[in-house]
């Protein structure tokens, strides 16, 4: 079997658009971790519970690992989107954990704890963390929070989840403090959304940095948040500049 034919035959796991999916080759890589980065409430939690909704209607189950929404906060932003998590959580396949990424970071090396023990009682194949910028609070070293992050990656895959990791970074591989960011380097795929000033208007802007194992689309897409999720539009044409947030024409 070839390398190309081993990649074609991976499973994969919608989320939960089909145009989405075909930005990162059909779909997220079964098993694997994503980032998903961008600046506050340009739909990254939007992204994730689109992905865990997707699952569900398939019948796999879904986790939304909260550090600072309440799941009642989450609950009534889901509705406006045309999502009742209550009903899904009742239905046995969806959960929220509201917790702290002390507890969730012990929780994870400590296979005998409660909230470990609810974890494999739902069995959730699908996983959101939302959002890792809150494990950067528990340490100044860049090389333990490199560990921190590569112990968060592997403990999700051991027990066999696909998930997705919100962050915070405005730009996606900013120096701080005279280190570059090492969580998208840790990660199998990340995915940037972005705001961009277009012509004195703001827009939303999409793309794939990165992808291990897979193909991806290079283009960089309008999209819009609307009930269902996020619907992508037309990709961005004849300017440069996009991804730094301010745009102009080529030419």
């Known amino acids: 079997m070839t390398i190309q034919n081993s990649i074609r035959?991976?499973?994969?796991?919608?989320?939960?658009?089909?145009?989405?999916?075909?930005?990162?080759?059909?779909?997220?890589?079964?098993?694997?971790?994503?980032?998903?980065?961008g600046a506050p409430g340009v739909g990254k939690t939007t992204l994730g519970l689109q992905f865990l909704i997707s699952g569900v209607e398939t019948g796999q189950a879904g986790l939304l690992v909260s550090f600072e929404e309440f799941p009642s906060s989450l609950h009534r932003d889901a509705l406006q989107l045309g999502w009742d998590l209550k009903a899904l959580e009742k239905e046995g396949l969806f959960k929220i954990i509201f917790t702290s990424p002390e507890?969730?970071?012990?929780?994870?090396?400590?296979?005998?704890?409660?909230?470990?023990?609810?974890?494999?009682?739902?069995?959730?194949?699908?996983?959101?963390?939302?959002?890792?910028?809150?494990?950067?609070?528990?340490?100044?070293?860049?090389?333990?929070?490199?560990?921190?992050?590569?112990?968060l990656v592997n403990a999700l895959k051991r027990e066999g989840m696909t998930s997705i990791l919100l962050d915070e970074a405005v730009?996606?591989?900013?120096?701080?403090?005279?280190?570059?960011?090492?969580?998208?380097?840790?990660v199998d795929t990340v995915i940037l959304l972005r705001y961009v000033e277009v012509d004195s208007a703001i827009q939303r802007a999409i793309a794939v940095m990165k992808m291990r194992g897979s193909a991806h689309q290079k283009e960089i897409r309008r999209y819009q948040i609307q009930k269902g999720g996020i619907k992508l539009g037309e990709p961005f044409t004849g300017r440069e500049g996009i991804l730094s947030g301010m745009t102009h024409r080529i030419g």
């Not at 989405?20 to 694997?32: A, N, P, R, S």
């Open 171 to 186: 730009n996606l591989l900013a120096v701080q403090e005279g280190r570059m960011a090492s969580l998208p380097f840790v």
């Open 9 to 37: 035959e991976r499973a994969r796991l919608s989320l939960g658009n089909k145009e989405l999916d075909e930005m990162v080759g059909g779909g997220l890589l079964k098993g694997t971790a994503n980032l998903v980065t």
């Open 103 to 151: 507890v969730f970071l012990g929780s994870l090396k400590s296979p005998g704890s409660p909230l470990t023990d609810t974890l494999r009682a739902l069995s959730p194949e699908r996983v959101v963390i939302d959002s890792t910028a809150h494990f950067q609070r528990l340490t100044n070293d860049p090389y333990e929070l490199r560990d921190i992050y590569n112990t």
